[in-house]
């Protein structure tokens, strides 16, 4: 079956350190990978997606390159900040008519002043 | 872009009682939407996905009459928990594939504590 394996957490980073979050993944077929962020108390959030090999998702700073030879989809940030303080999820679905998602067991990082 | 509205954000009931989780995709159509569930402190577990006009498939170990899903309309996917207990608290949340390219969009989440 698919599966997503995540870096464990928690992560506690001070302000403007780098940011790596590990993220591999099982699956038969080329799934879509993604990048989710869940704020405390709120839903999740699209942070970033790839849809095939070598793709790079950006988004507010933060990147993840679709890596076929390695599985893996590691999210990365050059300097983190306070507000990115949340719980980060890596998924995958198998392609843009695919249905559920396979959710990692999320990552939390807190980054402090 | 794509917005999915789940309403209400949060609810407390007592236990016995039922609950009713709506999920309304704003500007798109959605023929199928997913209800997932998020224990504290750990990542989101499939319910059961909502197919529009038909019923609802239940992954294994979801109690199907407990977690009652319509999907009536395009736009509009309702989860009822049933006779709630206490260990049904959870934070609830239902997701729609909004037509790009493998992507999905969330709704807010409900948080349901059953007291």
């Known amino acids: 079956g698919n599966s997503v394996t995540q870096m464990e957490g928690p992560v506690t980073l001070s302000e403007e350190a780098f940011l790596t979050i590990n993220c591999t993944y099982t699956?038969?077929?080329?799934?879509?990978l993604f990048w989710y962020v869940q704020y405390p108390g709120e839903g999740l959030q699209l942070l970033l997606k790839?849809?095939?090999?070598?793709d790079k998702g950006s988004n507010k700073g933060f990147e993840a390159t679709y890596r076929k030879e390695t599985t893996s989809f590691h999210l990365e940030k050059g300097s983190v900040q306070v507000s990115d303080s949340a719980v980060y999820f890596c998924?995958?679905?198998?392609?843009?008519?695919?249905?559920?998602?396979?959710f990692g067991d999320g990552t939390t990082l807190t980054v402090k002043p | 872009g794509a917005v999915v509205s789940q309403h209400p954000s949060w609810v407390i009931c007592k236990s016995g009682t039922s609950v009713k989780i709506e999920c309304r995709s704003l500007?798109?159509?959605?023929?199928?939407m997913f209800w997932y569930r998020q224990f504290p402190k750990q990542s989101l577990m499939l319910m059961a996905t909502?197919?529009?006009?038909?019923?609802?498939?239940?992954e294994q170990g979801v109690e199907k009459d407990k977690f009652l899903i319509n999907h009536a309309s395009l736009t509009l996917s309702t989860l009822t928990v049933t006779s709630a207990h206490p260990e049904d608290s959870s934070f609830y949340i239902c997701?729609?594939?909004?037509?790009?390219?493998?992507?999905?969009?969330f709704g807010s989440g409900t948080r349901l504590t059953v007291v």
């Open positions: 909502s197919n529009e006009g038909s019923k609802a498939t239940y």
């Open positions: 998924a995958l679905t198998l392609g843009p008519n695919a249905g559920k998602s396979t």
């Open positions: 790839a849809t095939k090999a070598d």
């Open positions: 997701s729609a594939r909004d037509g790009g390219a493998g992507g999905y969009t």
């Open positions: 500007d798109f159509q959605a023929t199928t």
């Open positions: 699956a038969t077929g080329y799934p879509s």
